[in-house]
C-alpha cells in the first residue's frame, strides 16, 4: 500500500498492491497502522456500497454540514469512475477549487476526501460500483448538495450527456452555497 498526498491537502490516492498467483490475487484495501504511519487518523464508522446502471452518471456533489462533516475512502471495485472534489474548507488555501482522479479496480486505487469538501462521482463505465468508508454517521438533515454542473466550477466530468438524479438536479449553485454557508468550518483537522 502506498499513500500519496494530492494536489489538494488533506486528500490522499491511496495505492494498493495484490499479491497475485494462479489462482487470483490478495489485497490488503485498509491498514490502521499503516494510515496512522501517515499521519492520517480516521474512525469509520460506516461503510456503503453504490451501483451505478449507466455510463454518465453523475453522483453529488454531496457534503454533511457540521458537526456531522465526512472524511471519506472511496474506491472503485467494478467499473470506472472520475471522483470529483471541492475544497469548501474555511481558510484552506485551496477553497472553491476542485480536482478529480479516476478510480478504478484495474488502477487499484482509492481517494481519502477529508471533511470540508463537497464529493462526487461519474461512471465513466457502465455498471460500476463504488464502497466507501466514512467518519461520521449519515443525517440528512445536515446534508447538502452543489450543481454538478455549475458553470462558474468548470467541471470537466469527461462525458457528453451527465445523468443526474431529480435531487442532484436541483442542488445549489456554487454561490447559492457561498452566500447560504460561505464555507465549512472544520476547526484545526486540515
Known sequence: MEIKE?????????????????????????DKKTFND???FH???????SFTKAEGTVRGLHLQLQPYSETKLVRCIKGKI???FLDLRKNSDTFG????????PIE????LIPKGFAHGYCA??????????????????FEVGIYCKDKDLKIDWRVSN?????????????????????????????
Request: hydrophobic content about 35%.
Open 38 to 40: 501517515n499521519e492520517i
Open 43 to 49: 474512525n469509520w464508522v460506516q461503510e456503503n456500497h
Open 162 to 190: 451527465i445523468i443526474l438524479s431529480d435531487k442532484d438536479s436541483k442542488n445549489l449553485k456554487f454561490n447559492e452555497f457561498l452566500m447560504k454557508y460561505g464555507s465549512i468550518d472544520i476547526g484545526d483537522e486540515h
Open 82 to 84: 472520475l471522483d470529483v
Open 6 to 30: 494530492h494536489l489538494l491537502k488533506g486528500v490522499y490516492e491511496i495505492i494498493l498492491k495484490p499479491y497475485e498467483d494462479e489462482r487470483g490475487f490478495f489485497m490488503r484495501v485498509y
Open 124 to 141: 465513466l463505465e457502465n455498471f460500476s460500483e463504488v464502497i466507501y468508508k466514512v467518519d461520521n454517521y449519515y443525517r440528512p438533515d
Open 108 to 111: 487499484n486505487n482509492c481517494i
Open 97 to 104: 477549487l476542485w480536482s478529480s482522479l479516476e478510480l478504478s
